[in-house]
Structure formats: C-alpha cells, structure tokens
T-cell receptor, first 113, second 110 residues
C-alpha cells in the first residue's frame, strides 16, 4: 500500500513565479492536510480539505496561497508570486476519517531565489 | 491558545543509556496525542496515538505514556539508529488540525 506521495520533492522558483505542489493521499484516505515547516521552526497547519471541499483554511495566508482537492486527481497547494519568505518544506498528510491518525508524505522543499 | 511544548530541545545519549522526552500540552478538549519521528530531509513518520490519561503504547525500544497534562516518550537502551527528531502533536477539540511541538532532537552515540 503506497504511502502519501508528494511531488516535486524539490522546487526552485524565482521571486514572482508560481509554485504548484501536488499531494496524492494514501489509498482509501479522503482527508488531506497541508503543513509548512520553516527552518528551525515546528510544523504549522495550513489547510484541511476533503474531496472538493475546504474544511479549515485558518492557517493559510489570505493572499497568494490557495488549495484544492478535486474529485479526481491529487490535492494541489498553489503559491502565486512567491517571495523569499515562502522558502520552506511543505508537507501533506492524509487520514481515512476526521480526527484519525495523519500519515505524512516526504515533503516538497521549496526554494525561492 | 492551544499549545504543545517539548523538552529538552536536544538530547545526546550514549548507546544503551535510557531516557525520556517530555511533551506538555495546553489544549481545549484533547482528542488525541501523537508522537512522530522525523529524520533529516524526510516527512514525519507515525509512531503512536494516545487518547486518554493512563494510556501506554510500546514499540520496540519506545514507550509512550499520557497524563492529563503531559506525555512522555521513554527510550530504553537506545541505539544509534534511534537518532532523529521526535515530534509531539495534539488534535484540538474544535478542529481537525494537529498542533505540533518544536521537537526533541535526539542523538545516540556509540
């Protein structure tokens, strides 16, 4: 049973470009979560989605960031007009139901030049 | 505000030297306390879930316990391969997000 998959694993963008991060949850999991880990900081919640719905986006910056989890295909975290402060590791997790154990992917490391 | 605090920040042990990592939490309506292991450059790997005070879980050299205010991760006779950052996280009552501590970086030396 494949785990949570994320791609790309590493992404380099110049300031002002767009970054698209993809996450495929574990088989049978319909709940997806995105977290960000800044250097020397802990994991911070960004957004929680179920298929086609955003349930909680309280941790996501109001501007430039968006997330989706379409009926078909992976969840996407999109960052528009990236700035250097967006450089971080972005982790996706999935769970079979709400408030159950979350299983994490390997992360996407974003570097903004 | 919900808070999860881990101590110590870093811990250096000799192989075979047992110790404990602490996770204290202040959350409204704890729905689960989670322990993860994170190796450099990788995602958190699930270890344990604890739901109620008094609960204990074991896996190889690791044992997790939970009280009403804190959780401990006991490491018995550690080996160098146990070196990693150990993360503690809690589900909070109203939502479905995990609030993480900043982790304990464990180094086990020969």
């Amino acid at each position: 049973n494949a785990g949570v998959m994320q791609n790309p694993r590493h992404l380099v963008r110049r300031r002002g470009q767009e970054a698209r991060l993809r996450c495929s949850p574990m088989k049978g999991h319909s709940h997806v979560y995105w977290y960000r880990q800044l250097p020397e900081e802990g994991l911070k919640f960004m957004v929680y989605l179920q298929k086609e719905n955003i349930i909680d986006e309280s941790g996501m910056p109001k501007e430039r960031f968006s997330a989706e989890f379409p009926k078909e295909g992976p969840s996407i975290l999109r960052i528009q007009q990236v700035v250097r402060g967006d450089s971080a590791a972005y982790f996706c997790a999935s769970s079979p139901d709400a408030q159950e154990t979350q299983y994490f992917g390997p992360g996407t490391r974003l570097l903004v030049l | 505000e919900d808070q999860v605090t881990q101590s110590p920040e870093a811990l250096r042990l000799q192989e075979g030297e047992s110790s404990s990592l602490n996770c204290s939490y202040t959350v409204s309506g704890l729905r689960g306390l989670f322990w993860y292991r994170q190796d450099p450059g990788k995602g958190p790997e699930f270890l344990f879930t604890l739901y109620s005070a008094g609960e204990e879980k074991e896996k190889e050299r690791l044992k997790a316990t939970l009280t009403k205010k804190e959780s401990f991760l006991h490491i018995t006779a550690p080996k160098p391969e146990d070196s990693a950052t150990y993360l503690c996280a809690a589900y909070t009552g109203g939502g479905n997000k995990l609030t993480f501590g900043t982790g304990t970086q464990l180094k086990v030396e020969l």
